[in-house]
């Protein structure tokens, strides 16, 4: 496997790729650089790394006696990547992996980076075995990579971006802890929901103009009801005024109309129905609006819609079907209960619960964006987890979007005025999937709740539900690790909208 994640080629006369040419590293590559880095594929390779370690740690710094072998090298999760010159010969090396022998968290450290005497200086070895370490962190979906490093060497770390954490000791040599800032959440997140605040407010200041200029009449009435209503701001169904309507509406990516029509059909209704469903409302109908480039098109999508509305029950009512444009599918849901759950409803102190299907898989051609958890899944099962927040009623519920987990998680807690604590190792997870990608995909069906830590489990059929985390004060989603470090995944707001 390459650095980047893909599999090596298969021919022999074909080159390694070269990570440097692969990240884009146009200061390194100016500089001819005579040396690639690959990942160690052979004996060979991982025991010149090995020896070449030994040269550095044991004989010529004396960090330790003997040798400084331990229990990451014999992890077969641990990666090596070296650096090696025009002939092979590796000319230094650095190895990853996770932190220790447990489940993978998504929490790797990085170490023993080590170069030849010869090779150091002008060539730039060390710093770009650190930049692919980095590169191939991110690429396996990790959201803590660590490294403690020797004091002299944290000025090179602190150039290539890393973050000092704290001082420390290793074999009784001054050594610095540095963290690299791995942004995916917040990347994720903003691309999603942070334009939301900005494009929505001129929708919201008529009524508040409103309200301001006749604050006991009618116009009161008219800023309750502008996007979601007092309390419902933000959420993801809105109750329709004086009734015990909620209405519910999302758009499938244009992009995956056109390509997967059957699943984004399937998907218009699944988000839908999770909408209402975390509102605490049933199913009433749904209509849709339909645009394609040829009536073929346009039956693999409604195919694919009818497909998950006789799953669910829910029936569909009309809509809007237009032939000759590009592909594009909204679907409106209408529901009804008559005590909506909000998104808003957390306070300081209540538990996060996620619950979540952890069945089925990736979607084939959205490998860590989509997973598939519903298409396989019996008609009482759907219903039974898509009732779940209706029975159990909790303080807060937000179905997890396109944000992911960590994302969604940013905006209940916005829309409740509070900050976010995620355990990372309590988040219930299939097996299939990365701590990084599972915490920013699109899940199927994953409902976030939060109330008071007696309060009971969602009772959601197949869905594995647990506590993991709690509302504070202050604002964004950090995420708590076992040992109690707490790495900022939103620092801030997720949407701008405020609290609900």
Not at 103 to 120: E, I, N, S
Not at 271 to 282: C, R, T
Not at 434 to 456: E, K, Q, R, V, Y
Request: hydrophobic share 45%; aromatic share 4%; net charge neutral.
């Amino acid at each position: 496997m390459l650095l980047d994640g893909t599999p090596p080629p298969t021919a022999p006369q074909a080159p390694a790729a070269d990570i440097l040419a692969l990240l884009g590293d146009r200061n390194t590559l100016a500089r001819a650089p005579s040396f690639h880095v690959t990942e160690a594929h052979t004996r060979a390779e991982t025991a010149a790394y090995r020896r070449l370690r030994q040269d550095v740690f044991v004989h010529e710094q004396g960090l330790f006696d003997g040798h400084d072998l331990d229990d990451r090298d014999t992890d077969s999760r641990t990666l090596v990547l070296v650096a090696k010159d025009t002939t092979g010969t590796v000319l230094g090396g650095v190895r990853l992996g996770p932190v220790d022998d447990g489940p993978d968290l998504g929490w790797w450290t990085g170490g023993r980076l080590a170069v030849a005497p010869g090779a150091r200086g002008s060539w730039g070895i060390g710093a770009a075995l650190v930049r692919a370490a980095c590169a191939r962190a991110e690429a396996e979906g990790v959201l803590r990579f660590d490294a403690t490093v020797q004091t002299r060497a944290e000025p090179l770390f602190r150039r290539l971006g890393w973050r000092r954490v704290r001082r420390t000791e290793v074999e009784g040599a001054p050594h610095t802890l540095m963290r690299w800032p791995i942004g995916r959440v917040a990347a994720q997140a903003a691309a999603t929901k942070s334009a939301l605040g900005p494009l929505l407010a001129g929708l919201r200041e008529p009524a508040a103009r409103a309200h301001r200029q006749d604050p006991v009449g009618g116009a009161l009435t008219l800023a309750r009801a502008a996007l979601g209503g007092e309390g419902f701001t933000g959420d993801d169904g809105a109750p329709v005024p004086g009734t015990d309507v909620i209405a519910a509406c999302d758009a499938i990516v244009p992009s995956m109309v056109e390509r997967d029509p059957d699943w984004a059909g399937w998907c218009s209704v699944l988000v839908n129905v999770n909408d209402l469903a975390a509102m605490g409302a049933a199913p009433l109908g749904l209509l849709d609006a339909l645009g394609a480039k040829d009536a073929a098109h346009a039956a693999r999508v409604l195919a694919g819609l009818a497909r998950a509305a006789q799953a669910y029950g829910v029936p569909v009512l009309g809509g809007h079907t237009q032939l000759g444009v590009p592909a594009a599918l909204s679907v409106t849901a209408l529901g009804r209960t008559a005590r909506p759950v909000p998104g808003g409803g957390g306070r300081p102190g209540h538990a996060v619960r996620v619950t979540a299907d952890l069945g089925g898989g990736w979607r084939p051609g959205y490998r860590g964006r989509q997973w598939d958890s519903t298409t396989h899944r019996r008609n009482d099962d759907l219903r039974a987890m898509t009732g779940a927040v209706a029975a159990a009623r909790p303080a807060a519920a937000k179905d997890v979007s396109m944000a992911g987990i960590a994302g969604t998680l940013g905006m209940l807690a916005e829309a409740s005025g509070c900050r976010a604590l995620l355990d990372v190792a309590a988040v219930p997870r299939p097996s299939g999937a990365s701590a990084g990608d599972w915490l920013t995909c699109f899940p199927g069906f994953a409902m976030l709740t939060a109330d008071t830590p007696a309060a009971p489990p969602l009772p959601a059929g197949p869905a594995t539900g647990a506590v993991c985390g709690e509302l504070t004060t202050g604002e964004g989603v950090g995420l708590r690790w076992p040992d109690g470090e707490i790495t900022e995944a939103v620092a801030s707001a997720v949407t701008g909208m405020g609290a609900a």
